[in-house]
């Protein structure tokens, strides 16, 4: 998470700290003594260098020790109104937990007519009754407990591995509704243990649905409800470790179950950061990053998943897949990598990835640009692509997204700094002219060597004055990368009073990046209408990405469904014709969430009936029997 | 038959709901005009957009990519420096800009509101429409398209958005208007910007045009105008609509630039035309004077008579982006920049051709229809009839207010827009129409009947001595293209009855399937003649029998189509509606059979066949002075050549045509209802 390289050292140190005194907490409790855990454990074919590998780790085979079952993140972390009806953001993981947050209130009122008053309760806690009995392979379970892969058929473990973070899942969970989910729960320790469990699952005709970090926001997870075989999630979690890193090369060789957040953690010890991080490295993992061709938020400097990969190992039923060299780049044909890249699990499992490193940057500094309007902040992003000047990250949020920013301000301490803040404002509206409700902010974030990062934000900003930018602080700038982490938690509580939403991506042309913009988020206000929503959506927008040839946009869309019988399915349609609106407006079907189930109708038009049969022979090659079976894609 | 929402609802016109009218005029009667022209006005603007200056949308479209491509695509073609073509361009752009000034409008505000206030009796407006309109004004894009029958149309239309505090539109005039110095400026200076007629080849003059156009639409400046029909009509009939500027404006939504464009037809009925002799000389061959100031002013006489009422319905706007759902596959337009020009594809074509017709009966279907035109349907006729019978000409009051009572009834469960004052009895109803259209009609021995004996009564200043039989005919023909201009106000409401009538007329059988045939063929034939929308045949098939069958005059079956014993009258009254067109599109058959030489050229068949034409009514051999109009002579030529009888030649001999003589003369026969018609058949039942 931007958040978490954000303050420095010493900040990370201590959050690293916190880490570590829950986790430890974790592993001094006794071992579960849930029988369908196995206790023997496969020796990871360690080096010296693994010295990270006693640490302790963030994701527990019991995930729901930890993590909502029914929502986003840290069970100790969420939004809530208190006593006094102010808005608080709870637990210490982050740099808002703990604090107030005034406006959140009066924009939720405001921008969806929700009420404090109304409130929609999820069910607390899960119901086992209401899962549906495990349906186990004997023949297979039986094989399994001879290879000494620890399983679980529990309840809980299975329910929590049959979703991913869609509206519609989460909304079901809070409902108590569960729908098919795995027959059992499978934690590989090892690349070895993943080999046996995918030959064990050929032999026995078992459906295997490989799970990394559970963050798929494109039905990817949910479980084929025609599946009628039993299914088993395959948990790579435990598989975790920094297997070596070469520091000539500038390599690091991990297992794919790492998520980023220990990934980067345990790098940042050796002075090394792999610089990839999505807004959900939290709890994204690198497997997964791989089957989604996820894209971090700092690809300006260190590219994006598929840019940052060496060599990769996959385990598909034909074997395992991978190339016999590190060289950096290689004309043989077709790249293989390019079939597992985003191949969403209908493959196989990606169980070890070797990933440049860099030497975490020395300097880090954020920023911000007001623009009058969002056209104009286009106008500069596009000129800042071409000049080939783009920070680490810099993101343009349109005004409705900015005052959504504004509303997350904590309570400010001193009156000195709302006296600042006051006075901010008064310059950029009215001394500026700029007009509240069309001003828009671009987020920045330089990252390298001190001088260049001076030198280089200079020209930025230079940039930026030419298309009527004014710099607006690095506070401004911080901010608005914490509210993309934020959101996710947000969206718990809106739906706790009434309001659902959910975000998505597309990427498109520069020229065609306004009228996109624009087209999608009226085409959402318009269905919204159209299906009865009593309250105008929130709908906004934000270019999250630049490229050469075009930019990665993002839309958060939400509404307050009181009064609807059926919000999810307005939502669905909905979300589906502002999918349609962006192909018909020159976007493309997905930037890194990927395809999933979700997206899967539109896969024919947007790859070709070719592409579509290219895809499926490599598909019928390497998995004949279809034991990965998530039926994602294709 | 794919039948769009917008329009299904209306599918039995009866069940349409209108909005009532409002007098614009009345407040201005009693209130003084000087504070009125100048009173406040702030229009809402699309999306709260400030308007901007002429100068800068002049800049925006020389600067575009659109234009800059084709500059550097014609640079190359004709070896031209850019720069030239850039002043070029520029040109062109100041020959065609407007410059919309609220103090002209202001002008023409307190000088229309007096001649308004002398010329008609009241201007009466669909204030629903008005608030419709002033809702999606500030939400898309918008687009006027009214009808077009009088110059009045764009001052009014003007007039009237003025009036309810609207944002002004920009409207596409003809050239011809340029002609008038000083009236030219000033309709500049209210909006106008003006076009050349024809351009086909000039890849500059289009590229300016229509980036001209998209500009003023995509930015929301302002509301865009233009008459779909192209021009006025001179029949009081639409026509066939022109397809170039809505292309123009639907592109920008099909490319994504716009969220949505609303297209809003407007109807504009006229109680009396302005124009009303000056178009029938028109049509007679009689060439319309050429479009000066000066001539304007002579026209003033005009201004001390009585034109009735004059009736604006603003429709319900119609949405491109719902109109075109699952249609327009947008995404063909992304693997292309967009500001490279690319001709429509024909699926586009299909389907603005298609919107264009839709928008086109939406008009007609929101003309008001006034008493008179029911009156003159029936004075026509019995024209006609008492001509060919040797009877009395004319009727008398009371034989046409019983006649005049039974049409009103038959056009409103047709689903007419009548406007027939409920308050006064029938009989005052039709003296007040034959009042104010006194020109047209005579009274003689207690019978009504058209004014066709003095050619004079059309043009009193004429002395009456001395004319010629072929003089007496035209000045006849005269009256009755008058009067049939009223008539073709209310054809839309019959014209699918009256093709049925006719169908089963000319059908050797009963059998449905028959009769659809003919009325298959007769649709075909007519549709460069009325608003038939392309590929509906069955619908308007079933529509007639529908509306026929509702009236108890027809008995529809699995297989046979049966007149029930009271339809006859009604059939008999549809038929003859339809038999002056019928007759003609023959007779220009015939023309081209008997008289064509090989070297004939479109130029020369209007005159040529009006020839022949004249020659055969002075002879007796031909009942309807109507087939005379020019009008009726083209839609009969474009029908030919669309069906292949007769070709336009290229290479040596450029502009002559080609007859196939052969194939005329069947369709002679079969308008003529002596074969049956097999080829025709497309669609079957």
């Known amino acids: 998470m931007a958040f978490n390289s954000s303050g420095g050292g010493s900040y990370r140190q201590q959050i690293a700290q916190q880490r570590l005194r829950i986790i430890t907490g974790h592993l001094q409790r006794p071992e579960d003594d849930d029988s369908a855990i196995s206790a023997v454990e496969c020796k990871a074919p360690s080096s010296e260098s693994d010295a990270s590998s006693s640490e302790g780790k963030t994701v527990p085979r019991r995930r ?571 | 038959m794919a039948s769009k929402p917008v329009y299904s609802l209306h599918r039995n016109p009866m069940l349409k709901k209108r909005d009532d009218f409002e007098d614009v005029l009345e407040e201005r009667r009693s209130s003084s005009d000087l504070r009125y022209a100048l009173r406040c006005y702030t229009p809402v603007l699309y999306k709260g957009m400030t308007p901007s200056k002429a100068s800068m949308l002049k800049s925006m479209v020389l600067q575009s990519d659109q234009l800059h491509f084709v500059m550097k695509q014609v640079s190359t073609e004709t070896g031209k420096a850019v720069d030239d073509i850039q002043e070029e361009a520029s040109a062109i752009l100041e020959e065609m800009a407007h410059r919309l000034q609220l103090s002209t409008i202001r002008f023409f505000a307190y000088t229309l509101t007096k001649v308004f206030k002398n010329l008609f009796r009241s201007i009466c407006v669909n204030e629903e429409g008005i608030q419709r309109l002033q809702q999606a004004i500030q939400e898309h894009p918008v687009v006027l398209l009214p009808s077009h029958r009088s110059y009045m149309d764009f001052l009014l239309m003007s007039y009237i958005l003025y009036t309810y505090d609207l944002a002004l539109p920009v409207i596409a005039a003809g050239m011809d208007f340029m002609g008038m110095k000083v009236v030219g400026e000033m309709l500049r200076m209210s909006g106008a910007f003006f076009i050349r007629r024809s351009f086909g080849g000039d890849k500059l003059y289009w590229a300016v045009f229509s980036e001209y156009v998209k500009t003023i639409l995509k930015n929301g400046f302002a509301p865009l105008e233009f008459f779909l029909e192209g021009t006025r009509s001179r029949t009081a009939k639409s026509l066939t609509p022109k397809l170039g500027l809505l292309n123009i404006v639907m592109d920008p939504f099909f490319k994504g630039e716009v969220f949505d464009v609303n297209l809003v037809p407007v109807s504009i009925s006229y109680e009396r035309i302005l124009e009303e002799s000056l178009y029938a000389r028109e049509l007679l061959g009689v060439p319309k004077p050429k479009e000066s100031t000066s001539g304007l002013f002579k026209a003033r006489k005009v201004l001390s008579e009585d034109y009735g009422s004059i009736h604006i319905y603003f429709g319900q706007p119609v949405s491109v982006r719902s109109l075109s759902q699952g249609k327009i596959d947008r995404c063909q337009f992304n693997l292309i920049p967009r500001h490279i020009p690319k001709k429509p594809t024909e699926e586009i074509q299909g389907f603005v051709n298609d919107s264009a017709y839709r928008l086109v009966r939406a008009q007609e279907e929101n003309m008001v229809l006034k008493p008179w035109v029911l009156l003159a349907s029936l004075l026509l006729q019995n024209h006609h009839q008492s001509q060919a019978s040797g009877q009395r000409p004319g009727l008398t009051r009371d034989e046409l207010t019983q006649q005049a009572a039974w049409l009103r009834d038959l056009s409103r469960q047709y689903g007419a827009f009548l406007h027939w004052p409920d308050h006064a009895s029938p009989s005052e109803v039709v003296s007040s129409s034959l009042s104010l259209h006194r020109g047209l009609v005579k009274m003689s021995e207690g019978r009504i009947q058209l004014a066709v004996e003095q050619g004079g009564q059309v043009n009193p200043g004429e002395p009456r001595t001395a004319v010629t039989p072929e003089e007496e005919l035209l000045n006849r023909a005269v009256v009755i293209l008058s009067c049939a201009s009223y008539r073709n106000q209310a054809l839309h409401v019959f014209l699918r009855p009256a093709l049925l009538a006719s169908a089963l007329h000319a059908a050797s059988s009963n059998h449905k399937q028959e009769v659809f045939n003919s009325f298959s063929f007769l649709r075909n034939m007519f549709s460069n003649e009325f608003i038939l929308c392309p590929g509906a045949t069955v619908q308007d098939f079933e529509e007639a029998c529908f509306l026929l069958m509702k009236t108890g005059e027809l008995q529809v079956t699995e297989h046979e189509v049966l007149v029930t014993e009271r339809g006859q009258r009604t059939l008999g009254f549809l038929t003859n509606m339809l038999d002056p067109f019928l007759q003609g599109y023959q007779v220009v058959c015939r023309f081209l059979c008997e008289e064509a030489s090989e070297a004939l050229t479109e130029k020369q068949f209007i005159p040529d066949v009006r020839k022949f034409i004249i020659k055969h009514l002075l002879a007796g051999r031909l009942r309807y002075s109507e087939v005379l109009s020019s009008d009726l002579q083209k839609n009969a030529l474009a029908a030919l050549l669309r069906l292949g009888a007769v070709q336009k030649m290229k290479g040596a001999q450029q502009g002559t045509l080609k007859v196939n003589k052969v194939m005329v003369n069947s369709l002679e026969d079969t308008l003529g209802g002596k074969l049956p018609t097999q080829k025709a058949a497309v669609a079957r039942l």
């Open chain 1, 64 to 634: 729901h020790e930890i993590m909502k079952w029914n929502g986003w993140g840290y069970s100790d972390t969420r939004f809530l109104f208190n006593k006094k009806g102010q808005a608080e953001f709870t637990g210490k993981r982050y740099r808002l937990s703990g604090l107030i947050i005034p406006g959140l209130k009066d924009w939720m009122e405001g921008t969806f007519g929700a009420s404090v008053q109304h409130k929609s309760q999820a069910t607390p806690i899960l119901n086992s009754s209401s899962v549906q009995p495990p349906n186990l392979n004997e023949a297979f379970v039986e094989e399994l407990k001879s290879t000494g892969v620890p399983y679980s058929h529990d309840a809980e473990d299975r329910v929590f591995r049959a979703h991913g973070h869609c509206l519609h899942e989460i909304f079901a969970l809070r409902e108590g509704k569960i729908g098919r989910v795995p027959d059992m729960v499978v934690w590989p320790n090892c690349h070895d243990d993943v080999v046996k469990i995918v030959e064990l699952a050929c032999k026995h005709n078992v459906c295997l649905i490989p799970y990394g970090g559970g963050t798929s926001v494109s039905s990817a997870l949910e479980c084929p409800p025609e599946e009628t075989r039993s299914i088993v999630s395959l948990d790579t979690s435990q598989m975790n470790r920094i297997l070596w890193i070469d520091e000539k090369n500038l390599t690091a060789h991990v297992e794919a179950g790492i998520v980023g957040q220990d990934l980067e953690r345990l790098l940042n010890e050796s002075g090394y950061c792999t610089g990839h991080e999505p807004d959900s490295m939290e709890f994204s993992s690198l497997g997964g990053w791989v089957a989604t061709r996820a894209s971090g938020m700092k690809k300006n400097i260190y590219g994006n998943i598929e840019d940052l990969v060496v060599h990769m190992k996959m385990v598909t039923p034909r074997g395992v897949i991978e190339k016999s060299c590190q060289g950096p780049r290689m004309s043989t044909g077709p790249d293989i990598h390019h079939f597992i890249l985003g191949s969403e699990g209908t493959l196989g499992v990606v169980t070890e990835v070797t990933m440049k490193i860099r030497p975490m940057p020395e300097y880090q500094k954020y920023g911000s640009v007001v623009f009058p309007n969002f056209e104009q902040g286009v106008a500069c992003l596009r000129e800042i692509a071409k000049q080939r000047c783009a920070p680490a990250s810099v993101r343009l949020m349109d005004n409705e997204q900015f005052k959504f920013g504004h509303a997350l301000k904590p309570q400010v301490s001193s009156i000195f700094t709302s006296f600042v803040d006051g006075l901010k404002k008064f310059y950029i509206t009215k001394f500026k002219g700029f007009d509240p409700n069309r001003l828009c902010v671009a987020t920045l974030l330089f990252e390298g060597n001190r001088d260049r990062v001076l030198q280089h934000e200079k020209q930025v900003y230079d940039i930026a004055a030419k298309f009527g930018g004014l710099a607006a602080g690095e506070d401004n700038g911080q901010r608005g990368y914490m509210l993309t982490f934020v959101i996710a938690y947000l969206r718990d509580l809106g739906m706790d009073y009434y309001v659902i939403g959910e975000s998505f991506e597309t990427s498109v042309p520069w020229d065609r990046v306004l009228d996109m913009c624009r087209n999608v988020k009226a085409r959402i206000v318009h269905e919204c209408k159209e299906r009865g929503v009593q309250f105008p959506p929130l709908s906004t927008c934000r270019v999250t990405q630049t490229y050469d040839a075009g930019a990665c946009v993002y839309f958060y869309f939400a509404f307050n469904y009181r009064g609807l019988s059926d919000p999810v399915h307005v939502y669905e349609q909905v979300e589906h014709a502002a999918r349609e609106e962006i192909l018909a407006s020159g976007g493309s079907l997905s930037h890194h969430h990927g395809v999933g189930k979700l997206r899967k109708a539109w896969m024919r038009e947007t790859i070709s009936n070719v592409g579509m049969g290219m895809l499926q022979s490599v598909k019928d090659y390497v998995d004949p029997a279809n034991i990965f079976g998530n039926r994602n894609l294709l």
